[in-house]
């Protein structure tokens, strides 16, 4: 007999063919048991029907359970009424292993009672179709790099000098070499990587011991970091938002199910997919406070002042041109005021705040030596980047896109913490 996934099973109407994975549901009514069977790939609901299938088999697939692990057979046919849904009845059911009280029901469960049993809350649909959605902002930012000639390059996880500043650092001793840091991007490192392969970008974990209990931050995250030689700044903001829109389209093409399973409105995600806008620190800060707001032109954003510059913006915002004092000592000094620097963020839309950090790199060797030590830094630990200024310096520039932040606003998710498979946060570390 063949084995078939649910989401392939509209080719195999008819056959006799077995299905493997759990029971997500069930209910009988006189004759007929109901039960609602996953495997990975989608459900559907299998029939049984007691005259068909004989009384002790019959009677012994009614024992099942929430998910318990089951192999079915039956025949796939069409839903008499509902549009692309189908249906399977039963001819054989094997129980794998009877699950005794599950503890995720169908009732409401708190956030801490779901985190603490986040191996099993990874069954439940919204979890499944938001690690779906994850999966597909993936594979769409790298299918858009790799079509416009990046290379992908792996940036390492233990590194000997942070990349954003000392006070997120995850400390380690590394045998008689001193201090080791878990990375907190892998920006640096592809900055000497251009120097051989042009345009490289990496995507892997990085690491920062945030003290926020935020929406928005997690301690272990994904990051994607592409880097591109001479690229300037406004080519880095182009490239930036390509990849974006090619993401939400890719999103939206192949996750539909998804998006209606999270009531993400594919509509509003549909109107990001037009030309993002761009404000200078300035120009934002003036709007956070013509719209009430307190801060100051050399403060940085606070998730209100977030809200209050995309609010009413179907699409991303840049934020460009920042005070130095407030970006990290790698931004390049704009050439028209000395003051500021070429970085960029970019704002998603509809109150999901900042996914992207990027900027134009300082190429000059005494500007960046100037900046390190203006902030103290230990020059000797640098100078291996100090030294991509020293041998055949380029304009260059990059960002670093956070995949977790990307896929909350996709998938419209309240809390960053249902988008990663195992969320690390300041006070959770289990299971
Ligand atoms: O803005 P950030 O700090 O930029 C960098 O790390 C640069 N070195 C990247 C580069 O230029 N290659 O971080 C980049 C992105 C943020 O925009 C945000 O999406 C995400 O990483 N991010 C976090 N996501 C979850 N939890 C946290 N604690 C995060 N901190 C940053
Ligand atoms: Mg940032």
């Given at each position: 007999m063949k084995d078939v996934q649910v989401k392939d099973i509209k080719n195999h109407l008819g056959e006799e063919i077995r299905l493997n994975g759990w029971v997500k549901n069930i209910r009988s009514s006189g004759k007929l048991l109901f039960i609602i069977f996953r495997d990975g790939t989608g459900w559907?609901?299998?029939?049984?029907?007691?005259?068909?299938?004989?009384?002790?088999?019959?009677e012994a697939a009614k024992t099942l359970t929430l998910e318990s692990s089951v192999r079915i057979t039956g025949t796939p046919k069409k839903h008499p009424k509902q549009e692309d849904?189908?249906?399977?009845d039963?001819?054989?059911?094997?129980?794998?292993?009877?699950?005794e009280d599950y503890p995720i029901g169908n009732k409401e469960h708190g956030p801490d009672f779901l985190l603490t049993n986040r191996h099993l809350w990874l069954?439940?649909?919204?979890?499944?179709?938001?690690l779906r959605v994850r999966h597909t902002v993936y594979f769409a930012m790298c299918e858009y790099l790799n079509n416009n000639d990046f290379i992908r390059f792996d940036s390492p996880i233990l590194t000997p000098n942070a990349c954003e500043g000392t006070t997120t650092l995850f400390e380690l001793d590394y045998f008689d070499q001193g201090k080791a840091y878990l990375s907190q991007s892998g920006q640096l490192y592809l900055e000497p990587a251009i120097m051989s392969l042009g345009k490289v970008y990496d995507f892997g974990p990085v690491f920062r011991a945030e003290k926020s209990k935020t929406r928005k931050h997690l301690t272990e995250f994904w990051m994607l970091d592409a880097e591109g030689a001479y690229v300037e700044h406004k080519e880095n903001m182009q490239i930036q938002e390509g990849m974006i829109r090619h993401v939400i389209n890719t999103v939206i093409a192949k996750c539909p199910k998804e998006l209606e399973i999270l009531e993400r409105d594919a509509e509003q995600l549909k109107k990001a997919d037009a030309p993002f806008k761009i404000l200078t620190h300035r120009e934002a800060v003036d709007l956070c406070r013509s719209k009430g707001s307190e801060m100051g032109y050399g403060d940085d954003f606070a998730t209100s002042d977030e809200e209050l510059i995309t609010e009413g913006s179907d699409v991303p915002i840049f934020i460009e041109k920042w005070p130095k004092e407030?970006?990290?000592?790698?931004?390049?000094?704009?050439?028209?005021n000395p003051d500021l620097v070429l970085?960029?963020?970019?704002?998603?839309?509809?109150g999901f705040g900042e996914i992207i950090g990027g900027s134009q790199r300082e190429d000059s060797y005494d500007l960046l030596l100037e900046r390190m030590n203006d902030e103290k830094m230990d020059i000797e630990a640098y100078q291996w980047y100090l030294d991509m200024r020293k041998y055949g310096s380029v304009p260059h520039s990059g960002f670093g896109v956070g995949l977790e932040r990307l896929t909350q606003w996709m998938t419209g998710t309240r809390h960053i913490r249902e988008v990663i498979p195992f969320p690390r946060m300041i006070y959770r570390i289990y299971p």
């Open positions: 559907l609901q299998a029939v049984a029907f007691k005259p068909a299938l004989g009384e002790d088999k019959f849904v189908y249906e399977v039963v001819t054989g059911v094997e129980i794998v292993q009877l699950t069954r439940s649909s919204k979890q499944w179709a938001n407030i970006k990290a000592f790698y931004m390049k000094r704009d050439p028209e970085g960029s963020d970019l704002l998603a839309p509809e």
